[in-house]
């Protein structure tokens, strides 16, 4: 398999080198931007080049900065510890065009007014790019990712001539919020983004930052103009529509979802702490439950934040209420005889997850909404246990 990636690859390469020395006036240069997929790593869209030799005879090339090779040793452990390295790849026109059919995933073109000379540049752009010591890079889903890249080539060939006309009183977005427009259909993935990204994301993005998504970057191509280069001119010279699909029906809704789940389980713990109340008992199978799982998702956390080389899940402020000690506490309450630390440990939880909620009101970091259910069992459970405990103290300081 790696061997025929290889001639694969050596092939585009001469046909590249081909390109290269041809006048660059016999090409039409296009952004080809992509709808987002039903598969969470296709919800966002996607973006390549796309270069037409005119002629009936003309090659018809993608360059395309959102592939990777599966065949990476440590494969996995380098994309969860956000090492793995992205390339530039090139692929015939109608490869690109078949495997979007087949997804029905529907492709904009937006046919690009350049020079000659911006083409040319443009071109020993992606040449350089695509050489094999240059065409891995280091992904970062914000700032240098399948669109941003795209975008960095055409500032680079076209330079200080291309002025992207930024509306000027912008809505206000953070990058959270733009995270949120693609993947609220898909509630749990929601969920999972939020736990794992820090407060880094909570800040408004810029024009330019936004383009990190490939819808964004589209519009920010079709308010460019290129200025200085003979009279001032759209960057976009026509815009084309070579896949269309009906739009699907909405979802009906999945009951299995982070909401109804979490409500539920606040719910029993609520009944249970009723109950525990009234009989004078503690119910500690489910407190060893809920910690349990608490810290082994702050371990999830403390991971991404201090041990992986991604830039946005630093600062991440729910490990104050998913926190690894959790799990240790988990242990200490199923022994008969609760050791001393348990009651200080309990009343720092509370500190900690009230200290949560206040920077989640504050603005400091956005929690995913379906953490409320569970922020009131932390609550409950905790005011529950602590109580508990220092009565059963004081009951038997008394005796």
């Known amino acids: 398999m790696r061997r025929n990636n290889k001639i694969v690859s050596i092939f585009f390469f001469l046909i590249f080198m081909a390109l290269g020395h041809t006048q660059a006036q016999m090409f039409e240069v296009s952004l080809l931007t992509c709808g987002p997929g039903e598969e969470l790593y296709s919800s966002f869209g996607h973006s390549a080049i796309r270069i037409r030799q005119t002629g009936s005879q003309g090659k018809d090339l993608v360059f395309n900065f959102g ?13 969860a510890t956000g090492k793995l390295n992205y390339m530039l790849s090139v692929s015939t026109y109608d490869q690109f065009v078949v495997e979007y059919y087949q997804d029905q995933r529907e492709i904009r073109e937006q046919v690009l007014d350049l020079s000659a000379e911006q083409k ?105 103009t290129i200025e200085g280069d003979g009279p001032t001119r759209p960057l976009v010279k026509e815009s084309r529509i070579v896949l269309e699909f009906p739009e699907k029906p909405s979802a009906p809704l999945n009951l299995i979802n982070p909401y109804l789940i979490f409500w539920l389980v606040a719910v029993i713990y609520g009944v249970v702490t009723f109950l525990d109340k009234r009989k004078g008992k503690i119910t500690s199978g489910l407190d060893v439950i809920f910690f349990g799982i608490l810290g082994l998702l702050g371990f999830l956390i403390v991971f991404l934040w201090f041990f992986t080389d991604h830039s946005a899940t630093k600062w991440n402020w729910n490990l104050l209420w998913a926190f690894p000690g959790h799990l240790i506490l988990a242990i200490g309450l199923l022994r008969k005889n609760k050791a001393a630390w348990i009651g200080k440990y309990l009343l720092a939880t509370l500190i900690l997850a009230v200290l949560a909620l206040l920077i989640w009101i504050l603005g400091f970091q956005a929690f995913h909404p379906s953490l409320v259910p569970l922020f009131l069992v932390l609550i409950l459970r905790a005011n529950f246990l602590y109580y508990n405990l220092e009565q059963g103290k004081r009951t038997e300081l008394a005796n």
């Open 67 to 79: 592939t990777f090779d599966f065949n990476t040793p440590n494969f996995y452990g380098k994309f």
């Open 120 to 224: 040319d540049f443009l071109l020993q752009h992606l040449e350089a790019q695509y050489d094999p010591a240059r065409r891995y890079y280091k992904y970062d889903f914000f700032f240098n990712n399948c669109a941003t890249k795209i975008r960095d080539a055409f500032e680079i060939a076209i330079g200080k001539q291309l002025i992207w006309n930024d509306p000027v009183n912008p809505e206000e977005k953070t990058f959270r919020n733009l995270i949120d427009e693609y993947v609220y259909p898909l509630p749990w993935a929601d969920l999972g983004i939020d736990l794992a990204l820090g407060a880094v994301i909570d800040r408004d993005a810029t024009e330019r930052e936004e383009q990190y998504l490939p819808d964004y970057m589209e519009q920010a191509f079709a308010r460019a």
